[in-house]
């Protein structure tokens, strides 16, 4: 490889190689989190339950359908525009939807702890696909369509439309920095960063943050300006009140 860099005759595979290397993600999907639920969510859940039944002003009966509300709301705060989830995890998801309404009941919390992980892991696998990308600089010669609103969109069937979902992104993204005036080695290095940071960022999801989301979906399917802030957020609210 040495004797080919020396001559200059870099072959189209060594270059990807080269590339490939250089965009690896900083974390392994290996050092993603493991989340369970905690003990003290058992309790809280069941505690949420009751006084929300018992005495918000909106009168909510946990029933089948308001578990389905439930349901959706929590996958539509994991994957709002769906790009990150295919059609087959919701399949298997939609087996809890009607069990939500049990489980928050008696905090029984773990089938919504697997959703949140399997959406971990997805989460990875589109920001590591989207470093990929930046192996070659992206070109604007040719038309092409972004939508950004995709919230009513169906779910992706297969990691290929997933993969074009992502491919728009990256290269809106890239476009936005290129009407800044940035030349493709500055947008390579910011895009690179920030897909970069938010895959670190995963690394960084704990337990609390699942149930807060899981919280909040229950919340919000009761009033949408009702929210639910763990102990950790509750204190950086006062904080910073």
Known sequence: MKKV???TFISASVLLVTHAYAFDPAVSIQELPTLTQEA??????????????????KSVDFDDTFAVE?????????????????QSDIDNFNKYALSFKKDFRQGRLA???????????RRYERFAYALTLLDTEIKFDIDDEYYFDTSESKW??????????WRQKVKYEALN???????????????HKRYDTAIKRLKQTQSEDVFQTLMNSYARSI????SYLSPRNADRFKTEM
């Open 223 to 226: 009033e949408p300006h009702t």
């Open 156 to 165: 992706a069937e297969t990691t290929e439309q997933l993969d074009e979902l």
């Open 111 to 121: 089938p919504a702890y697997d959703i949140y992980s399997v959406g971990l892991q």
């Open 177 to 191: 920095l290129k009407l800044t005036g940035k030349d493709w080695p500055e947008i390579q290095k910011l895009l």
């Open 5 to 7: 860099l020396k001559r």
């Open 40 to 57: 003290q969510h058992s309790e809280a859940s069941k505690r949420l339950v009751n006084l929300f039944t018992r005495s918000h002003y």
């Open 70 to 86: 439930v349901f959706d709301r929590y996958l539509k705060h994991l994957d709002a525009y769906r790009t990150i989830f295919l």
